[in-house]
């Protein structure tokens, strides 16, 4: 069951990637590591046992290098606890879920892409059918899209001004 940001990444590989953001996260303190490990014992006794929770538990061990570990034996459970563990991420701290680093670069990518293009296909309509005068748009605002990389830039004057 994949979500849809997964995209073709497994939860596995998401993880792997995520792993070195969530253990600098200061977000991810003891109370909400200990609710993870909780979470995932009780509910998936097959991902986490007892003995397993209880290890992950040690308050004498740092939390972040408990957190390492979880992550670790969690990616060699497989695919299943790594989709899990984001699921109770998701629910206990949405906060630390939706920055992700695989959530972020996600979340930009096709629309943005899309959102570029249909500027770029609305102002080659409106170029085209005002005759190559953008500012037969009347009381509108006429517009300049000017790539720069992979960032893109929208100039606007108003009516009659020229964008240089």
Same mark, same amino acid.
């Given at each position: 069951?994949?979500?849809?940001?997964?995209?073709?990444?497994?939860?596995?590989?998401?993880?792997?990637?995520?792993?070195?953001?969530?253990?600098?996260?200061?977000?991810?303190?003891?109370?909400?590591?200990?609710?993870?490990?909780?979470?995932?014992?009780?509910?998936?006794?097959?991902?986490?046992?007892?003995?397993?929770?209880? /290890?992950?538990?040690? &308050?004498?061990?740092?939390?972040?290098?408990? *957190? @390492?570990?979880? #992550?670790?034996? +969690?990616?060699?459970? %497989?695919?299943?606890?790594?989709?899990?563990?984001?699921?109770?991420?998701?629910?206990?701290?949405?906060?630390?879920?939706?920055?992700?680093?695989?959530?972020?670069?996600? /979340?930009?990518?096709? &629309?943005?892409?899309?959102?570029?293009?249909? *500027? @770029?296909?609305? #102002?080659?309509? +409106?170029?085209?059918? %005002?005759?190559?005068?953008?500012?037969?748009?009347?009381?509108?605002?006429?517009?300049?899209?000017?790539?720069?990389?992979?960032?893109?830039?929208?100039?606007?004057?108003?009516?009659?001004?020229?964008?240089?």
């Amino acid at each position: 069951m994949a979500a849809p940001w997964s995209g073709s990444d497994g939860y596995h590989v998401q993880l792997q990637r995520d792993s070195q953001f969530l253990c600098s996260d200061q977000r991810m303190h003891t109370e909400l590591v200990d609710r993870l490990v909780l979470q995932l014992n009780r509910t998936y006794p097959q991902i986490l046992t007892d003995k397993e929770a209880q /290890r992950f538990r040690n &308050l004498s061990v740092p939390t972040t290098v408990r *957190l @390492a570990e979880l #992550l670790v034996h +969690l990616q060699g459970k %497989g695919e299943e606890a790594c989709h899990e563990f984001y699921r109770g991420l998701q629910i206990h701290a949405y906060n630390v879920y939706f920055n992700l680093p695989t959530r972020v670069s996600r /979340r930009r990518g096709p &629309l943005f892409f899309l959102s570029c293009f249909s *500027l @770029a296909v609305g #102002l080659a309509l +409106l170029y085209y059918y %005002g005759e190559g005068n953008l500012s037969a748009t009347g009381p509108f605002l006429s517009f300049s899209v000017l790539g720069l990389g992979s960032e893109v830039l929208l100039a606007h004057a108003k009516d009659g001004s020229k964008i240089q």
